[in-house]
């Protein structure tokens, strides 16, 4: 059972244009989210993160945004540009715990054409 | 710069051969995780440290296991690879549960 959904494995824009990426997850005790990203031969690198009592959380070019009854999640990349082409994780940690656990979704594949 | 590194990148192995895989960090951090990525799937947790406390996922087959002999390294070792443990394997750290991650560039795992 796959807690945390990312159901377009790729998506193209043009440079300049806004990028949205989605992401939806089943389990209502996650209460951090987070978005990593990832370039071919390397490791996914920490991009921006919400926590679940927040609605929208803004770093420069990137938001995300929360919509915790439509357990849903989006980021949004504006303007794009080629630099941002690479593999995009969305990862969910519960409530409480005591272990830092991610739970990560597929990725979605990110291209910015020039 | 501090980083987490992971050795080897590629790593080739025959079917039921012992293999070790191994990660080192520069950030000082107490926790470290490794991560088993099948192609196209999600990261999957295998495991954690928090500074020598290991905790076994419940669903992490026990082909596999792991060592933290200090805080800077951690190796993951699969007993009797099979076919089905072709994957990208990634560490990851941070300061406390509530921190970042941060990854290492994995290593590439191939069973023959």
């Known amino acids: 059972d796959q807690q945390v959904k990312q159901n377009s494995p790729s998506l193209s824009v043009q440079e300049g244009r806004i990028s949205i990426l989605n992401c939806d997850y089943t389990?209502?005790?996650?209460?951090?989210f987070l978005w990593y990203k990832k370039y071919p031969a390397e490791g996914p690198t920490f991009l921006i993160s919400?926590?679940?009592?927040?609605d929208k959380n803004e770093d420069g070019r990137f938001t995300v945004f929360l919509n915790k009854s439509a357990k849903h999640l989006s980021l949004h990349i504006v303007p794009s540009q080629p630099g941002d082409s690479a593999v995009y994780f969305c990862?969910?940690?519960?409530?409480?715990?005591?272990?830092?656990?991610?739970?990560f979704g597929q990725g979605t594949t990110l291209q910015v054409k020039p | 710069d501090a980083m987490v590194i992971q050795n080897p990148r590629y790593q080739v192995t025959q079917f039921g051969k012992p293999v070790t895989l191994s990660c080192s960090q520069t950030?000082?951090?107490?926790?470290m995780y490794w991560y088993q990525q099948k192609s196209s799937q999600a990261p999957k947790l295998l495991f954690h440290?928090?500074?020598?406390?290991?905790?076994n996922e419940a669903d992490t087959p026990d082909n596999f296991q792991s060592r933290r002999p200090n805080t800077s390294f951690c190796f993951l070792d699969i007993r009797s690879p099979g076919l089905g443990d072709a994957a990208m394997y990634l560490c990851?750290?941070?300061?406390?549960?509530?921190?970042?991650?941060?990854f290492g560039p994995g290593t590439r795992l191939l069973v023959l």
């Open positions: 990851a750290t941070s300061r406390d549960f509530s921190e970042t991650q941060y």
């Open positions: 389990n209502s005790m996650f209460d951090y």
């Open positions: 919400i926590s679940s009592i927040k």
């Open positions: 990862a969910a940690k519960g409530r409480g715990g005591n272990t830092g656990k991610l739970i």
């Open positions: 950030l000082n951090h107490n926790v």
């Open positions: 440290y928090y500074d020598k406390d290991f905790n």
